[in-house]
Every structure is written in structure tokens, then in C-alpha cells.
């Protein structure tokens, strides 16, 4: 299997510690990995170290072929329509100083439609919701055509639908032999769509594995730090994961205003 990512013994720090030390992990084509973990755990340093955004304070990275970084936000919001903003993905398939061409145009408009985002294409990037935003940054992503795609939760700032048509189409690219990976804080992500699971419980404790193996019960209430249950709804294919706010606040009640 063709692995266009991977790192052995990786770590990076700030200066107030370790951010993860010791990790071993790959993206292999044609696989679908979902990345958890704890706000502040590093899911976003991670990303920008796999793409050579951070250089690592240890261990070693391979990287074979392109890749492309969705990241959570884009700051500043830049006055280009959606349009511009996806035709920048096109820079490494445009000659230096050339104008976009048809097949450029095309294939921006093709990646909007697949995200149902359409309707973006004339719109100001700078007055459009998160939302929105992210649904044009994955577009931009998608029209580089690189072999590997990075994406810093991706569905953070979606509805429900949004989520599930975000979450098909990674499925769809993984299906298609790219190697996708995604940071996100729901373990149903991970469990309906992902091959693989990178779980960053603290600096020096992972567990990079299939979904069912890694999330059980005992590792997602000890990562989110409140009970979690696994269940399996009639006819569904995969179980599901619940978490059990009350649980938490019958035991460990804020303090009274």
C-alpha cells in the first residue's frame, strides 16, 4: 500500500512543553483517517507539520507527491468571490504569470457544485459565513488535485447536512485513492466514514488504529473526560457514540453565579 505520508517518533513542542512526542502514523492512499483529540491536544499543530508548514523538533517525516492544507480559517478574509478563492487552488496547474484558462474555470466550478456550494461562486468571500467559508476552502483543495488532502475540521462550522455531504464526499476521494485525513471532535465522524483513527489523548499517548478498535467506551470518556457510551441503532451499519452531558453535571456541577 502506497503511504504518501509518514512519520516515525514525531514531536513538536512549544515553549511551555510538548505538544506530542513519539508518534508514528501514516496516510495511505486510497484510506479515509479521522484525527481526535482534546481541544489544545495539537490536531492543528499536527497538520501543519505532516504538511511542512512546522518543521518537527524530532523524528522524521516522508512525503511522496502534493498535498493540500484546508485549515479552520482564513484570516484575513480576503474581498475575492468564491470564484477566486477556489481558482487559487489551480496555481500549480497555471504557468507563472498566465491568466486562469477554460479548464480552470471549469474545474472551480465543478468543485463548488460537488459541495453543493454552487450559489458561492459570485458571492464576496469576506461577508460569507464560516460555513460557507470552509465549504470554498475545501473547494480550493479539491481543485489542486493533489494526491493528499489535509483537512483542519472541516465540518466545524456546518449543519448536519452540510456535515454529511462534507464527510460522503472525503469518503468518495479515499474511495477514489487519495489519502484524506481530518481533524474533528465527533467520534461518529470517525466511526460512520474513516478507515483509520489517530487518537491524541496527551503529549506521549496515542493509539492509531481502525475506528471500532480505537474508540471504545473507556478511551472516548477518559479523552473527553465524561461518560461516553457505544451503542449500535437498529438497521444501522456502524454503532454510534453518545455522550452523557447530564451524567457529567450531576456529578460535577459548576460552580453558582
Known amino acids: 500500500m502506497v503511504e504518501p505520508i509518514s512519520a516515525r517518533g514525531l514531536g513538536y513542542r512549544y515553549r511551555q512543553g510538548w ?24 490536531k492543528s499543530t499536527l497538520l501543519g507539520v505532516l504538511s511542512g508548514g512546522r518543521p518537527p523538533v524530532e523524528g522524521e517525516i516522508c512525503r511522496q507527491g502534493t498535498l493540500a492544507l484546508v485549515p479552520q480559517s482564513l484570516a484575513p478574509a480576503l474581498p475575492f468571490t468564491g470564484l477566486d478563492m477556489v481558482l ?20 472551480a466550478h465543478a468543485a463548488l457544485a460537488r459541495l453543493e456550494a454552487d450559489h458561492l461562486a459570485e458571492r464576496s468571500f469576506d461577508v460569507m459565513s464560516g460555513g460557507e467559508r ?16 489535509l483537512l483542519d475540521e472541516p465540518t466545524a462550522a456546518l449543519d448536519w447536512h452540510y456535515q454529511a455531504h462534507v464527510l460522503a464526499l472525503l469518503r468518495q476521494l479515499a474511495n477514489a485513492g487519495l489519502a484524506v485525513a481530518f481533524t474533528t471532535h465527533a467520534p461518529q465522524h470517525a466511526l460512520d466514514f474513516a478507515d483509520r483513527v489517530l487518537l491524541m489523548a496527551a503529549p506521549e499517548r496515542q493509539a492509531f488504529g481502525a475506528p471500532e478498535d480505537v474508540l471504545g467506551e473507556d478511551a472516548l470518556s477518559a479523552l473527553y473526560r465524561l461518560p461516553v ?5 437498529p438497521d444501522a451499519a456502524a454503532s454510534t457514540a453518545i455522550p452523557v452531558f447530564r451524567d ?4 460535577k456541577a459548576p460552580p453558582a453565579l
Open 88 to 107: 487559487l487552488g489551480r496555481a500549480r496547474a497555471v504557468s507563472l504569470f498566465a491568466a486562469p484558462g477554460p479548464a480552470d474555470y471549469a474545474a
Open 134 to 149: 470552509q465549504l470554498v476552502l475545501i473547494a480550493r483543495a479539491l481543485v489542486s488535485e493533489s494526491p493528499v488532502l
Open 248 to 251: 457529567y453535571l450531576d456529578r
Open 19 to 42: 505538544v506530542f512526542r513519539h508518534l508514528d502514523f501514516r496516510l495511505a492512499a486510497g484510506e479515509l483517517t479521522a484525527i481526535l483529540g482534546p481541544n489544545g491536544c495539537g
Open 229 to 233: 457510551k457505544r451503542l449500535r441503532l
